[in-house]
């Protein structure tokens, strides 16, 4: 492990060597995203797939199942403090938090059990459904809860909630490696 962390390291100090002075300069005192972004923490999705470089671009919250009410705290903040004009919900493919709100509760850890619970609330298992239909469920869902937790600002113009599904093993049929828009501002996007 310590190869790794020596590794990732040396990655810095070559990237700020890269990057040079005039690139901290453009991002000291505050802070300019015009995206908040709500994504799962799984290890195969990073804003790499929707921008070369995010900084100061988004505003990323990360949490199991991409659930907003598990991350309400830092949500707000992008929303009221940020005032970023839009919300983006993105599920993904081959979900482990979905496929945990599928089992029986008692299987994982408490702490996991307790963040999957709002996807269990929301969800009506159906053995002939596909995991990928799930996930868009999910997401579906969670757009809904944005839309009427910011209902004001997007009432006014100030707020657009949209919600995606990254679908790098090519679930939906589009390719691996999409984005899939699945809600814009309340109106399903995507047809099953």
């Known amino acids: 492990m310590r190869d790794k962390l020596l590794e990732l390291l040396n990655y810095n100090k070559d990237f700020k060597e890269r990057v040079g002075q005039a690139y901290f300069d453009k991002i000291q005192g505050i802070q300019t995203p015009w995206?908040?972004?709500?994504?799962c923490c799984d290890s195969r999705i990073h804003t790499n797939i929707m921008m070369e470089d995010a900084t100061n671009e988004v505003f990323e919250i990360r949490v199991i199942g991409n659930v907003i009410e598990n991350a309400l705290g830092s949500v707000d903040y992008g929303v009221y403090q940020l005032h970023t004009p839009m919300l983006f919900i993105m599920?993904?493919?081959?979900?482990?938090?979905i496929k945990g709100s599928l089992d029986e509760r008692g299987k994982l850890q408490e702490s996991i059990e307790?963040?999957?619970?709002?996807?269990?609330k929301n969800t009506k298992i159906d053995l002939n459904k596909k995991l990928s239909s799930y996930v868009i469920d999910n997401i579906e869902n969670q757009v809904k809860y944005a839309l009427k937790r910011y209902e004001t600002l997007v009432e006014n113009g100030e707020l657009v909630i949209a919600g995606g599904y990254y679908d790098f093993d090519n679930s939906c049929g589009n390719?691996?490696?999409?984005?899939?828009?699945?809600?814009?501002?309340?109106?399903?996007?995507y047809t099953k």
């Open 114 to 120: 307790d963040t999957l619970e709002p996807i269990r």
């Open 175 to 189: 390719g691996c490696g999409k984005i899939v828009l699945i809600n814009y501002n309340g109106e399903n996007t």
């Open 35 to 39: 995206l908040t972004l709500v994504a």
């Open 91 to 97: 599920g993904h493919s081959d979900c482990g938090a």
